[in-house]
């Protein structure tokens, strides 16, 4: 159902995110409803904001690590803020 599409989108996003939106636009209005295809992309693409956030904070300077890691973390935030104030 819709849950395990927005489950395995945020896990999907904390790894590879493009198999997942490729997969989920494919289906989308056929077998997914349109709107739980659009969610489960922000959703996946939130996560993947995170997570390229800290590889940055990981690997990078300490100040440009630093910089990345909040600026990906406030546009993942920024996206879900969205997502939640249109649903």
């Given at each position: 159902g819709d849950a395990g599409v927005y489950g395995l989108a945020g896990v999907s996003g904390l790894v590879d995110v493009d198999a997942f939106i490729l997969g989920l636009t494919q289906t989308a209005g056929a077998a997914v409803p349109l709107a739980v295809a659009a969610?489960?992309?922000?959703?996946?693409?939130?996560?993947?904001c995170a997570v390229k956030g800290a590889y940055a904070l990981a690997f990078a300077g300490r100040a440009t690590g630093r910089w990345s890691f909040l600026s990906l973390?406030?546009?993942g935030a920024l996206s879900?803020?969205?997502?939640v104030r249109l649903g």
């Amino acid at each position: 159902g819709d849950a395990g599409v927005y489950g395995l989108a945020g896990v999907s996003g904390l790894v590879d995110v493009d198999a997942f939106i490729l997969g989920l636009t494919q289906t989308a209005g056929a077998a997914v409803p349109l709107a739980v295809a659009a969610t489960g992309v922000v959703i996946a693409t939130a996560a993947n904001c995170a997570v390229k956030g800290a590889y940055a904070l990981a690997f990078a300077g300490r100040a440009t690590g630093r910089w990345s890691f909040l600026s990906l973390l406030a546009l993942g935030a920024l996206s879900l803020l969205v997502l939640v104030r249109l649903g």
